[in-house]
């Protein structure tokens, strides 16, 4: 995956700030993505291309627990989100809707807005291909990459139950 960084350097970045709860009650993906961090940069939906990344400080995804925060991103076009630490429900509604959270303690003190980042899932490491870095994390199992890759959890129980073989 290759993508421009949208930095949010600052920590606690809630899921009402991600997607504000006065949207709750929209369900689909391009019509939350309009929405998207409008609370925190009203040009961000008019800044993010298909394929981008989102790094943020620690605890992102902080608050409560709405699957739409992950939709507002993915329907954006955010392709991850990287953070120094992620709050763990929307790390786990992240991959249960096939959405990468990668963390990396730090990141967003390396990298800058408007850097071009590399990510190899499998070898666990993101290269800054604009400073010439590269971040290590630890690899995802082999079953958070088969999820991911059958588009979340609900698809990859379904494929499952069909007897679809599933690889990350």
Request: proline share 2%; glycine share 10%; with cysteine.
């Amino acid at each position: 995956m290759r993508g421009t960084v949208h930095l949010f350097q600052r920590s606690h970045i809630n899921t009402d700030e991600i997607i504000p709860a006065r949207y709750l009650n929209i369900h689909d993906e391009a019509t939350l993505a309009r929405h998207a961090m409008e609370d925190i940069d009203g040009d961000f939906v008019d800044k993010v291309k298909e394929g981008d990344f989102i790094v943020a400080g620690e605890d992102f995804g902080c608050g409560s627990s709405r699957e739409h925060a992950v939709w507002a991103l993915r329907g954006a076009g955010v392709r991850a989100v990287m953070a120094d630490s992620f709050a763990r429900i929307f790390y786990r509604n992240a991959i249960s809707n096939g959405f990468y959270a990668i963390e990396i303690p730090g990141i967003s003190r390396k990298v800058n807005s408007g850097d071009q980042l590399e990510i190899d899932m499998t070898g666990g490491k993101v290269t800054n291909i604009t400073k010439d870095e590269v971040y290590t994390f630890p690899p995802f199992t082999s079953m958070i990459q088969a999820i991911v890759s059958a588009g979340g959890l609900l698809n990859y129980i379904t494929r499952q139950q069909t007897g679809e073989r599933i690889s990350g």
